[in-house]
T-cell receptor, first 111, second 112 residues
Framework: QKEVEQNSGPLSVPEGAIASLNCTYS??????FFWYRQYSGKSPELIMSIYSNGDKEDGRFTAQLNKASQYVSLLIRDSQPSDSATYLCAVKSNQGGKLIFGQGTELSVKP | ETGVTQSPTHLIKTRGQQVTLRCSSQSGHNTVSWYQQALGQGPQFIFQYYREEENGRGNFPPRFSGLQFPNYSSELNVNALELDDSALYLC???????????FGEGSRLTVL
């Protein structure tokens, strides 16, 4: 079992729709979770951090965390073509400060 | 823009050569980490430095080595390059407490 798993996609949604990206992790004691956006040929950009169960909203983005189910998700409301990118889920390891990344989900928002 | 800068942005080496990649951390950050990202994969942790000491290492062989300097700049050195070392090498800095890491633009290494 991979430490952090994401559906590789591609996930295709029409412009204006809600995009839902999912991530599961294996280490039950993990406490810190992150979503990064990576445009093709660019480096990852931090868009959300979440540390407590529940929802955290920032503009059109909502991160959801369920530690009991070991599940993290990212919702993007009113999706725009500019949201087309690969979204990486990352979990902070309890062994030092390293981040463990999933393989990323490619999102395509069609006009 | 994160304030983390890396150089060079692109480079081509041949198998067996050595390479040094450089990173300047964001002001106020005390940790620097290096990651390797192969095409189509998520970044893989190489190592992390805190106050000039390595304080975590991923599953990479000893030919991957690094340094952190007093001004929080950092180097990644890779000896005896192999074809599979072709990847995007990412430097990230952070403050440690939150776990948030901010990445530079990366150095894309091609090994022929």
């Amino acid at each position: 079992q991979k430490e952090v798993e994401q559906n590789s996609g591609p996930l295709s949604v029409p412009e204006g729709a809600i995009a839902s990206l999912n991530c599961t992790y294996s280490d039950r004691v993990s406490q810190s979770f992150f979503w990064y956006r990576q445009y093709s040929g660019k480096s990852p950009e931090l868009i959300m951090s979440i540390y407590s169960n529940g929802d955290k909203e920032d503009g059109r983005f909502t991160a959801q965390l369920n530690k009991a189910s070991q599940y993290v998700s990212l919702l993007i409301r009113d999706s725009q073509p500019s949201d087309s990118a690969t979204y990486l889920c990352a979990v902070k390891s309890n062994q030092g400060g390293k981040l463990i990344f999933g393989q990323g989900t490619e999102l395509s928002v069609k006009p | 823009e994160t304030g983390v800068t890396q150089s060079p942005t692109h480079l081509i080496k041949t198998r067996g050569q050595q390479v040094t990649l450089r990173c300047s951390s964001q002001s106020g950050h005390n940790t620097v980490s290096w990651y390797q990202q192969a095409l189509g994969q998520g970044p893989q942790f190489i190592f992390q430095y805190y106050r000039e000491e390595e304080n975590g290492r991923g599953n990479f062989p000893p030919r991957f080595s690094g340094l952190q300097f007093p001004n929080y700049s950092s180097e990644l050195n890779v000896n005896a390059l192999e074809l599979d070392d072709s990847a995007l090498y990412l430097c990230a800095s952070g403050q440690g407490s939150t776990g948030e890491l901010f990445f530079g633009e990366g150095s894309r290494l091609t090994v022929l």
